[in-house]
């Protein structure tokens, strides 16, 4: 399993991904699942991964393949990022049609796109295994795709189209943080990519493993503050009353 998050922001974009592929007793495997295109000089783009990895890597071949080899529809010749979004939308499914009439099995994968064409917005795509895609909101700026419930409470809390990148990273960091807290199968290392605003050829780019110790101070921090905000809870006892016994039949 995976978790990976894409942010849109007025000020840019937040990328966030896991690299665990497997987690059995024995068996830990980890891939990046967060992938920079080779672009020109007007353009970033990122493509983030979840699902059969077999597929996940075919597709990021082909679409560099098709970079390298001048294909007339590519990453770099696309003039509007929901164009990019719908190339990769059919790249996708020609590869899982393709493995699927080889195997008989189903490989889905599901990918966020992120990035900016310099003179249009930056924004973030979920592309699904059918092809099709959506963008994110004003009501909700993000987009996750893997094991996504439990990351999701603080991202809504949290995220408006106003958080500045900083914040955005650090509640991306946290909503990490609590799905490995919660699920074994989404580890480190974490990767993580911050972009400014048309500032195409200097995104930030992190990777936390298990040790690092910013990831452990955030860790330790927000469970502190989750428990002092527990502890600080109105009292049961002191604020409510009961309605009576329960009716007994």
Avoid at 54 to 68: L, P
Avoid at 75 to 89: C, R, S
Avoid at 186 to 210: C, L, T, W
Avoid at 226 to 247: Q, T, V, Y
């Amino acid at each position: 399993m995976t978790y990976c998050i894409g942010v849109s922001l007025d000020a840019g974009l937040v990328l966030t991904s896991d690299s665990r592929t497997n987690a059995g007793i024995d068996n830990v495997s980890t891939y990046s699942k967060m992938h920079r295109c080779m672009t020109t000089p007007d353009r970033m783009l990122v493509i983030m991964s979840a699902g059969n990895l077999a597929t996940t890597q075919s597709v990021i071949q082909q679409i560099r393949r098709d970079v390298q080899e001048g294909a007339p529809r590519n990453v770099n010749t696309l003039n509007y990022l929901a164009d990019v979004a719908e190339y990769l939308g059919d790249v996708l499914v020609a590869k899982i049609r393709k493995h699927t009439e080889q195997t008989g099995f189903v490989p889905d994968a599901t990918l966020i796109l992120g990035g900016q064409i310099l003179g249009r917005n930056p924004n973030i795509y979920m592309i699904y295994p059918q092809g099709n895609y959506i963008t994110t909101s004003d009501d909700t700026p993000y987009l996750q795709i893997g094991e996504s419930k439990y990351g999701k409470p603080v991202l809504d809390r949290f995220l408006t189209r106003e958080t500045s990148l900083e914040d955005a990273a650090i509640c991306s960091l946290i909503s990490m943080d609590s799905t490995m807290k919660s699920n074994a199968s989404v580890g480190p290392p974490i990767e993580m990519m911050i972009y400014s605003r048309d500032q195409v050829n200097n995104p930030k780019h992190y990777r936390f493993d298990a040790e690092n110790p910013y990831l452990i101070s955030i860790r330790h921090e927000w469970a502190n503050q989750l428990n002092h905000a527990f502890r600080a809870m109105p009292r049961l006892e002191e604020h409510a009353h009961p309605n009576g016994g329960l009716h007994i039949f």
